[in-house]
């Protein structure tokens, strides 16, 4: 089952996605020290992302931080189908996005 199912999102709105998956992985355990693996900068924190996330962004800003937001949304898609341990999904996310 996706964690989108519920808000009949579509499905190229990658900033809307990217909240729900956050708000998610926060919801369910994920850990600020995990999330900020995947993060260039080692700051980050669920607060942060959302904060930044919840606004309109230029196209330019989006695509700045599409693999990031890539990495948060297959972590929460593949956790939310039981697939993998969050751990198991942050190696997986950064093997195949790396930072």
Not at 53 to 75: D, H, W
């Amino acid at each position: 089952m996706s964690v989108y199912d519920a808000l009949e999102l579509p499905p190229c709105d990658m900033r809307v996605r990217a909240v729900v998956a956050a708000t998610y992985l926060q919801a369910h355990g994920f850990t600020e020290d995990q999330l900020r693996a995947l993060h260039h900068l080692k700051g980050e924190t669920f607060v942060k992302f959302l904060e930044y996330f919840s606004r309109e962004r230029t196209k330019e800003a989006q695509l700045k931080n599409a693999q990031y937001t890539t990495r948060v949304i297959f972590i929460a898609e593949r956790h939310a189908a039981n697939e993998a341990t969050f751990d198991e999904l942050v190696a997986e996310a950064l093997e195949r996005w790396p930072l």
